[in-house]
């Protein structure tokens, strides 16, 4: 019996700190922000030299770069899907393309990864076989002359691929294996490109040894029987948001030294008519009334700052305001009037501060929310209500002649 439960201890604390490796890891991944995805290829051909344009291999298992035994070349041409798999405010931080090489003749040869300029086909054309000869072009198939067989020659009526004269990356092809190029800063430079100019990806073309004859390696391609054989690009990236370092104040919840802190909700407003909301977050604002803010969708660009509380009425930031991702805006509605959309605040005790009253929020501050408050008040509501313009947690008559102030004001919503 003895043993048995000193084994079940043993058993526990290994338990435990698994757990403990397991959330140590997860939240390094939190605080780096960085993320790593593996993407399948979205097309691969290979460009078999041949003056008529009329040889391609679309859907075959393999394909190929360098010159074969006849002395004829061979070019491997591969795209991938990159916006459809990254968001578009990542900055990417690597990237490596891995390739298994299934058959060569020869031993060490390099091959080069060049940036495709224009865009190319993937049709149905399928050799079978080794693949070695290819086979008769399919309508959108990439070939020796043609982005599109046979309708699209390649920009310039250039032969064998239009492709950029820079090298993203090599690596030296020996035996049958699995090869990885990059990551390179020119990699890293095209699958940028490509993620902000989605028209633009061509991906790359593979240039093997051109120079010697035999060189030419294989390689296994989208529709490999074997799927861990198929090409793979493995990205790194980090997100850029926008974020704001908001300070505002809530006429209600602050006495001169110190604000209740209390959950807002910003929004990021369109600069331009009809100023629809572009994106929300939600923040705590602090005792001293700042809080941070980030925004998962909004790209960077000129927005509004909206202000929404419980219980203030919505508040606009005076002017657009330029938001770059990956630089925290800071913006203080309490400097001024001014710095909200018609000056629609009230100054408190030293500070500007956004209205309170608006329980309904329905853009005013009337009769309908004095009831309210007069309810709950009447019933001596506690805790965390809307009616509690004051922050105290308790409904009463101070939270009653704070929303009858600014029912007399007539404080409603001011925007663009
Ligand atoms: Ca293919
Ligand atoms: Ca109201
Ligand atoms: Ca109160």
């Known amino acids: 019996m003895k043993q048995k439960h000193s084994y079940g201890k043993v058993t526990l604390l290994k338990l435990t700190l698994v757990i403990f490796v397991i959330m140590l890891i997860l939240s390094f991944r939190e605080t ?16 078999y030299e041949d003056e008529g344009g009329f040889i391609s291999n679309g859907s075959g298992q393999y394909f190929f770069a360098g010159k074969t035994a006849g002395d004829m070349l061979r070019r491997g041409v591969i795209a991938f899907d990159i916006a459809g798999s990254i968001p578009s405010n990542a900055t990417v931080t690597s990237v490596t393309l891995t390739l298994r090489m299934s058959k060569t003749i020869s031993g060490n040869k390099n091959v080069k990864l060049q940036k495709i300029l224009q865009n190319w086909g993937e049709g149905t054309s399928s050799p079978g076989g080794e693949e070695g000869f290819g086979a008769a072009a399919e309508p959108g198939d990439a070939t020796w002359l043609h982005s599109y067989y046979d309708t699209t020659a ?11 004269h820079d090298v993203s990356a090599t690596a030296s092809v020996g035996a049958v294996g699995f090869y990885t190029w990059g990551s390179t ?12 100019n989605p028209t633009q990806n061509g991906g790359w073309i593979l240039i093997g040894d051109e120079s010697s004859t035999a060189s030419a390696k294989r ?6 029987l074997t799927a861990v054989n198929r090409p793979k690009l493995t990205v790194t990236y980090t997100l850029n948001f926008v ?19 209390d959950t807002a909700r910003v929004y990021l407003a369109n600069s331009s008519s009809p100023f629809n909301f572009i994106d929300s977050s939600k923040g705590i604002l602090n005792t001293n009334g700042s809080g941070t803010f980030t925004f998962a969708n909004a790209p960077g660009g000129s927005y509004f700052i ?13 002017s657009p305001q330029t938001f770059t991702a990956g630089t925290p805006l800071n913006y203080n509605f309490s400097l001024s009037a001014g710095n909200a959309y018609g000056n629609n605040q009230i100054l408190k005790l030293s500070k500007y501060c956004i209205y309170s009253g608006d329980v309904n929020k329905d853009g005013i501050v009337d009769a309908s929310d004095i009831s309210s408050v007069e309810n709950d008040a009447v019933n001596s509501v506690s805790g965390y209500v ?3 313009v004051t922050g105290d947690d308790y409904v009463d008559s101070s939270d009653i002649s704070l929303v009858e102030n600014n029912a007399a004001l007539a404080v409603e919503l001011l925007k663009p």
Do not use: C, P
């Not at 704001?244 to 110190?258: A, C, M, P, R, Y």
């Not at 909206?306 to 005076?318: A, D, L, M």
């Open 154 to 164: 390649w920009t310039d009526n250039e032969l064998g691929g239009y492709f950029s």
């Open 386 to 388: 809307q009616t509690d």
């Open 185 to 196: 800063t020119q990699m890293v430079s095209d699958v940028q490109g490509w993620l902000s």
């Open 306 to 318: 909206v202000v929404n509380h419980r219980n203030t009425i919505e508040t606009w930031s005076s």
């Open 219 to 224: 390689f296994d391609t989208k529709e490999n």
């Open 243 to 261: 974020s704001l370092n908001l300070t505002t104040f809530i006429e209600g919840f602050w006495d001169g030294t110190s604000m209740v802190s």
């Open 32 to 47: 780096e922000a960085q993320t790593t995805v593996n993407l399948g290829s979205m097309k691969d051909n290979t460009l």
